[in-house]
C-alpha cells in the first residue's frame, strides 16, 4: 500500500521546520507527483502553489465540534481543495472558523474532500482524554492511519479501523512530516519550546514538555523506511 507524505511548513507555527523550498526540492529528489500539504492556516497557500504549481495538493486543518459547539467536543478534520472552486471554498471554511464553530462542511461545499487525521481526530480525542466528541461522517469521507512509534499509535489505528469497518469508510496510509532526517527531531523540538514558551514554565531537551512528540519518525528519512 502506497503511504502518502503529509507535509507540514513553519507556517503552521510550532509545528514543523520545513519551508517550501525545502518540501520543494524534497518533492524533486524523491520524484513525488503529487505533493500533499496540511496546514492549520492558508498563509502559505499562495507561495506553494507558485513554486509547486499542479502538483500541490493543499489541506487545510481545522476544528469541528458537537451540534451543541462545546469546546470538550473539539476534534480536527482536515479539507483538500479541488481546483479553483475547492480553494475559493477553503478560504470560506478557514474565514467561517472565526465567526462560528464549524459542525457540518460537507453538506454546504461541492469542491473540497474531506479526511480525518489520525492524531487529534475525534476517535483520538475520545480514546486519548475522554472527549465525548460526536461526528457523524458521510461513508466517503477517509480516514488517515499512521505509524510513527508512539505508545497509543495501535490502539488509535484499532478504533479506526473497527469504525470504519462498522461505517463502511476507507482508510488511506499516511506519515506527519514537520523535519527532514531523524536527527533533526532535536532543531525541531527546540524549535516548539520556543514556540510553546509561557510563563512559570522552564524546559529543556531533557525535558521538553512536547506530549506526543516522543518520536524521530515525524520526517522524510522515516517515511522512506516505511513507505
Known sequence: MCMIPLFKTHSSIGKSILRIDDILRISEN???????????SMTCFPEAFRKLGSKLRFGLRFSIYNNDHSEES??????????????????????????????????????????VPFYDSFIHKNLTSFSNCIVDLPSDI????????????????????????????????AKSI??????????????????????GRSFDLSNPGLDHFGSNRFCVEAWKEDK
Open 30 to 40: 524523491e520524484k513525488l507527483e503529487q505533493v500533499f500539504i496540511v496546514e492549520d
Open 74 to 115: 473539539e476534534s480536527k478534520m482536515i479539507a483538500f481543495a479541488n481546483g479553483d472552486a475547492g480553494a475559493k471554498e477553503m478560504y470560506s471554511l478557514f474565514t467561517q472558523q472565526f465567526d462560528s464553530k464549524i459542525t457540518r462542511p460537507w453538506d454546504s461545499t461541492k469542491e473540497l474532500k474531506y479526511v
Open 142 to 173: 477517509h480516514f488517515l492511519l499512521e505509524d510513527n512509534n508512539l505508545p497509543f499509535d495501535s490502539l488509535i489505528k484499532d478504533k479506526i479501523l473497527s469504525y470504519c469497518q462498522n461505517n463502511k469508510n476507507d482508510t488511506i496510509t
Open 178 to 199: 514537520y523535519y527532514e532526517n531523524k536527527e533533526d527531531v532535536e532543531a525541531f523540538q527546540t524549535y516548539k519550546m520556543i514556540c510553546n514558551r509561557r510563563p
